[in-house]
């Protein structure tokens, strides 16, 4: 029993540097069915809809006659035509554009009885895809005179010949792209005259002809539909099929370049729409867009878990260096403030901190510059020294005092203004802050701004919101992080929407493993196994714990979400919790 849970648990979930190193390329491919590819557009039943009607909006006009073909694969599955009375006169010049008079039409059914039969025909509730020559004419009508007889529009997919035919048939080939133009241009085998059956006949021709010409620039299926009147490059929208084969499941994607190098690494929680997504206009980014010039292939990590995929994606991006890649290429390089190791200690930005020094440290920020900020914002609350001499502990003599001292904002012990025992209060003072008590600090600084804003000097206000707001974020992911990375060892779990659970093994803030327990099997079994093949994590020696910051966040993030249920916790020194009066409380600035 013991091997077999050990299989199970090990099937749903890949070792994380298992699946790493197969992302670099030792990996073995995955060959998927062809229900992961999509729906090929042979398969797609289109009901292609011509319309006429007593004037130009549905707001006063009537429809007086429908017109539908039912085509799939090429084939004619079923036509539906049919006069409407209006309920109303039809105006002269629509008699002379339509053909259709007042007398053709008095005998005719209303909406009312026709729109149910022509809704049954096209089967747009059970996948069908509505197509029509200006879709949103038609479409808007149908939709209009449901909602008028309290029935319900299905929302079908639409397909507009007019946005199709204006990405792929220039102006040269005709001079616009009515269904006229284009019955003419593609030798369509019934002329449209402006009655609904025949123009909807023309219509499948011009359809059919639309997609021949866009096959070959990779819209072959009924996803690709939906982009197709997109303005992407021909070239580009070509590679689409680098997604081909792709699952729809959650993981870690990899665009190749032509030597092999990886370009660009991403997650998503379904692999194969993320990666067709990039070859249509929802893709605007110029550097990305230069990426998919050059790639030659994509490589995939499927993944039981989204955790799974954002952790994964993070560690290839540290490990790869991929150079279209912009964040999470140093997460090693997460600059800390703390007091100096003194004997008239100052506040110094540095960029490692022994995990022994984490909570006589505020911290990781995101940038040298937040680090400066939030160091800057202790400075102004606090008056501990600024300069950068090393002091010994009785002052030289002859030393001059700063201008900070001459203003008060500084004790000068450099001359023995401040005896070492004084100062250590101010030190005090300034650890108080480190250890995420801020409230002294969030209150001199609120003053400060409250002053600087009532004399109108707003820019030095904001430059003090700035550091505020430093502070506060720093003092924030501190108080979250720091329970986790000091504590050995959280098993989670939380209930997956599909049933079963999903159960994650954090150990000092790393995700050492992940599975999923499917519906019908005990997930605790399931998460005894889980222990025993996870990742081992011996104790860091560093404060930002045993992964990179951003990892950590990711587990925090998912420890926090609804639902999480926390199995068993092995406690650190610091109690896994949130204080109640810390600086989470404080309602964290705009920045400018």
Known sequence: MQRSLLEVAQGRRLALDDATRAASGTGTPVQLGLDDLGTPLHEVTFVVVDLETTGGSPTGSEITEIGAVKVRGGEVLGEFQTLVNPGMAIPPTITVLTGITNAMVIQAPPITEVLPAFL??????????????????????????????????P?????????????????????????????????????????ALHDARATVDVLHALLGRLAPVGVTHLEDLATASDPVPHQRRRKSTLADGLPHAPGVYQFIGPGGEVLYVGTATDLYRRVRSYFTAAEKRARIGEMLDIAAAVRHIPCATVLEAQVRELRLIAQLDPPYNRRSRRPDRRPWVRLTDEAYPRLSVVRKLPASLMDQALGPFTSTRAATEALEALQEAVAVRRCNARLPLVPRTGASACALAEMGRCGAPCTGGQDAHAYARVADGVRQALRTDVDDVVTALHEKIRALSAQQRYEEAATQRDRLHA???????????????????????????????????????????????????????????????????PAPDTACGAAPVE???????????????????????VPLACPVRGAARHRLPARG
């Open 471 to 537: 502070l506060l974020a720093g003092a924030r992911r501190a108080e979250r992080l720091r329970p986790l990375v000091t504590t050995p060892e959280i098993l989670a779990a939380r209930r997956r929407d599909a049933g079963g659970w999903e159960l994650v093994l954090v150990r000092h803030g790393r995700l050492a493993g992940t599975a999923v327990a499917p519906r019908g099997i005990d997930p605790v079994l399931v998460a005894e196994s889980l222990r025993v093949s996870a990742e081992a994590v």
């Open 155 to 195: 929302r079908p997919p639409i397909v507009d010949t007019v946005k199709l035919a204006r990405r792929v048939v220039t102006k040269d080939e005709a001079p616009n792209h009515k269904l006229g133009t284009l019955a003419a241009l593609f030798s369509t085998a019934v002329t449209p005259d402006h009655r």
């Open 551 to 573: 990892e950590s966040e990711l587990v925090a993030t998912w420890l926090e979400r609804p639902g999480v249920r926390l199995v068993e916790v092995v406690q650190g020194e």
């Open 120 to 153: 049954e025909f096209a089967g747009l509730d059970r996948g069908s895809v509505f197509v029509a020559h200006n879709a949103a004419f038609d479409a808007g009508f149908l939709r209009h005179a449901t909602e008028r007889m309290d029935l319900v529009w």
